[in-house]
């Protein structure tokens, strides 16, 4: 078989290797954080079709109830992470600085806030099909950032024949220690979610890419690895956007992803830590995906944490937990510093995909003078996916979106962020080409 | 936690390089900076006053015609110095200045300023003196005295003789300039071409004075090793491309070694070709201009070998001496079509068979 013969090269091209400021949380336990006054709970916070809510105001809904209904296949239920009632459903500030429906919930501050009794049954006794529809019933989605429905994943088409699944724990972004502490504080719960995931999708297989930053996750995972299960952990060279599936599938299997297709046209699935870990906690605690690790970090907060964060958690009430935000805290953002989106309005909610807030002060974000292009080719020599920056980035200040898409893979492009990092210009290229594809899509849209 | 503070919200990524071109630019003059006190050591007080008229002529020309706020960029300091660089000690101030001022006139500023030119605009400045004034270009002050020996290894008595001016610096423009009492003498290229390849021996240049740099020629080409450190310095810290040095130094040491095995008494080897001549100031800070060379790797290699081939072609039978400023500035033109011919292979696009045994 090509992906055995060949040893797996822990390392894919290219790619760069940002400060990783991870020291700031990757020794801090995971911790609780109390339940706030209000919960937020978006309709839109997973891939696919947003869910319809069922509530209306006034309702009293318990821990762990649905809000709102899955819509169609790709999408999933939102489920109450606090007991008390519905306030409103109606439009409320977006982390991607919309505004979009949402279910409010004033929390009741007299309730124990105890679970009801077993939502989602034990996985022992049930066929993979059941888990699978369990795991659906459960709103559990990839908690990498993406938020992709995790049962769609579990469910591949029959003529994709898998022969591994690869777990990520690169954890490639900077300042980012969620999948960490997960790995370090809860390794028992990920390996009962990789115990799953081989039974629902009948593989045998299983690789744990880490990067070798985090030894004490690697050390952990390797004591607590069931002794009965083929389960490999493979520490991986250090390197941005490893967590890229396309890129750690090439660095564990030495299999390249088509342009354009999934790992389950090479025979692989990837699922991130925290959604493993969660797949195995909807079934140990019996109930939905209502809460999750999130890492608040950077030099602007006053105390960083890892904490278990009820979903729908304002951001505003998540930073005050912090100690608050520091006079020289500048630009707060959601998910990891290359690829998250900066916040604009402290209302929005956590949600499922939300990773971690880094807060940057004045000093880590200061403005940069863009300069001509001088053709170094450092961008090129950055991109995972060998696309050419430089040329698309001419043709993106040109409005030539056409040939981008035609003659140069502007889709093959991840948004990574590298080839804007390195550029000594400062030219924001991934940032045009996001620009680019929204003219692209909407002139097919007009056509 | 107040909210009337102004936050920032801007496009991800959040973090940058420290790197920026300015940096890039002025990393370059340091590593550049040594090349110039060495030719200053080797032919006084000249090489500075030359050294100075192009950089002059460089920022006037681009503080005049460029866009505004370039100057800092250091762009046009590298220009000016590379070109005083490729110029004879003896040649007058006012050559020089018109050079880089052509250089980045017609060479940069026109084309739109940084980023924009197709060829190295030092090159082209030089290019344009050389079709200009030919003679004033290939007059070569040596670092003897009049008796033939080396003065420049610091000996306080023959202070005089280092400072003296090695020609008519200061002639005024389009007059001829003074015939100067110094001592001037043919290249090791030169005298290979035209008088044959004995006459070289019997000139007394050895292989030291080759990679030390005291011989006749421009000012800052003659100090082979010096160059090759101080491209090193740049390698080290990513401003330069060691392909396309490295490509050239290999085609032009293999084909010349080639030639010489079939006859040594007509072509020289490759030691003397790497360190005659301008080859490695050529090859090592003009082909390496990033905004001139292929941005691809695989682009960078053949740029490097069709820059080494047209110098040995150009060296052996051309009408010069000297053959790489042509040499670069023909590769330059064709750099549009290297890059297109030699873009990466997407991720995701090879035709792979992975057989799945599930």
């Not at chain 1, 099909?129 to 088409?157: D, N």
């Not at chain 2, 008796?147 to 002639?171: C, I, K, M, P, Q």
């Not at chain 2, 071409?193 to 004075?209: A, N, R, T, Y």
Request: hydrophobic content about 45%; glycine content about 10%; proline content about 7%.
């Amino acid at each position: 078989m090509f992906g055995t013969l060949k040893m797996h090269l822990g390392r894919f091209r290219h790619g760069v290797h940002p400060p990783e400021h991870k020291a700031l949380t990757s020794h801090l336990p995971v911790r609780r954080l109390p339940f706030p006054d209000e919960i937020v709970l978006p309709v839109r916070q997973h891939a696919g079709k947003p869910a319809r809510p069922i509530v209306k105001p006034g309702d009293r809904v318990e821990r762990g109830d649905m809000v709102a209904a899955a819509d169609g296949w790709v999408s999933v239920p939102i489920h109450a992470s606090a007991a008390g009632t519905v306030t409103d459903v109606g439009l409320w500030p977006h982390q991607d600085g919309s505004y979009e429906t949402a279910v409010r919930i004033a929390v009741d501050p007299n309730s124990a806030q105890a679970p009801r009794a077993r939502l989602i049954p034990a996985w022992e006794g049930l066929a993979p099909k059941a888990i699978v529809e369990a795991v659906r019933h459960g709103g559990v989605v990839g908690l990498g950032g993406a938020a992709f429905p995790t049962h769609v994943k579990l469910s591949p088409p029959e003529d994709k024949p898998l022969d591994a699944i690869v777990i990520n724990g690169c954890e490639c972004e900077p300042y980012l220690t969620t999948d960490h502490r997960m790995m370090v504080d809860y390794p028992d719960r990920v390996h009962h979610g990789i115990r799953i995931m081989m039974r629902v999708l009948g593989v045998d297989r299983v690789l744990v890419g880490i990067e070798k930053n985090k030894p004490d996750a690697i050390e952990r995972m390797r004591e607590t690895a069931p002794k009965d299960l083929d389960v490999e952990i493979l520490p991986l060279r250090v390197r941005y956007p490893q967590g890229a599936e396309k890129m750690l599938v090439e660095a564990v299997l030495a299999r390249e992803v088509p342009s354009g297709g999934l790992p389950m046209d090479v025979g692989v699935i990837v699922q991130n830590v925290g959604s493993v870990a969660s797949i195995a906690e909807i079934f140990e605690t019996g109930l939905p995906l209502i809460e999750r690790v999130v890492t608040v970090t950077g030099r602007g907060v006053k105390k960083p944490a890892n904490l278990i964060v009820p979903v729908g958690t304002k951001i505003r009430d998540l930073l005050e937990a912090c100690g608050g935000l520091t006079d020289d805290a500048r630009e707060v953002v959601s998910g990891g510093p290359m690829m998250g989106a900066a916040i604009a309005n402290f209302d929005a909610p956590v949600m499922k995909g939300t990773t971690g807030i880094v807060v940057l002060r004045d000093v880590d974000c200061e403005e940069r003078t863009q300069m001509p292009c001088i053709r170094c080719g450092h961008c090129l020599d950055a991109c995972p996916v060998f696309l050419n920056p430089q040329v698309l980035g001419k043709f993106a200040m040109n409005s030539r979106y056409d040939e981008m898409a035609d003659d140069h893979h502007v889709w093959d492009c991840m948004l990574c962020g590298c080839c804007s990092y390195v550029c000594p210009s400062h030219i924001p290229l991934s940032q045009l080409f996001a620009a680019s594809r929204t003219a692209l899509r909407k002139s097919k849209a007009t056509a | 936690m107040s909210t009337s503070r102004r936050w920032l919200v801007t496009a991800s990524p959040h973090l940058g390089s420290p790197e920026s071109t300015q940096r890039i630019m002025w990393s370059v003059i340091g590593s550049i900076v040594p090349i110039c006190v060495a030719g200053i050591y080797f032919f006084g007080p000249s090489a500075l006053l030359v050294l100075l008229a192009a950089v002059l002529g460089a920022l006037v020309t681009e503080r005049v015609f460029g866009k505004r706020g370039t100057l800092g960029d250091g762009s046009a300091v590298i220009t000016g110095l590379l070109l005083g660089l490729t110029l004879p000690a003896g040649i007058p101030l006012w050559m020089a200045f018109v050079g880089s001022a052509f250089g980045i006139g017609f060479g940069k500023v026109i084309f739109g300023g940084l980023g924009q030119n197709p060829f190295n605009p030092a090159l082209l400045g030089r290019a344009f003196l050389q079709a200009a004034f030919p003679a004033a270009l290939t007059t070569w002050p040596t670092n003897t005295g009049a008796d033939g020996t080396v003065f420049s290894h610091f000996r306080l008595d023959r202070l005089g003789e280092w400072a003296a001016l090695r020609g008519d610096n200061f002639a005024l423009p389009f007059m001829r300039p003074e015939v100067v009492d110094t001592t001037t003498s043919a290249t090791p290229l030169g005298i290979a071409k035209f008088q044959g390849l004995e006459e070289v021996q019997k000139s007394g240049i050895e292989m030291s004075d080759l990679l030390l740099g005291s011989t006749g020629g421009c000012i800052g080409e003659t100090a082979g090793v010096l160059i090759l450190l101080c491209g090193g310095y740049l390698v080290l810290r990513n401003h330069m491309n060691w392909r396309i040095p490295v490509s050239i130094f290999v085609a032009v040491a293999l084909l010349s070694g080639v030639f010489q095995l079939v006859d040594a008494d007509k072509f020289s080897g490759p030691l003397t070709m790497l360190f005659s001549g301008g080859l490695m100031l050529g090859a090592v800070f003009m082909a390496t201009d990033m905004v001139t060379s292929p941005v691809t790797h695989k682009g960078c290699w053949i740029f490097g070998i069709g820059i080494g081939a047209l110098v040995v072609v150009i060296r052996y039978w051309g009408g010069l001496s000297e053959g790489v400023q042509y040499a670069i500035l023909l590769m330059n033109a064709m750099v549009p079509f290297i890059n297109r011919v030699t873009q990466p292979r997407v991720f995701g696009t090879r035709v792979q068979k992975v057989r799945v045994t599930a």
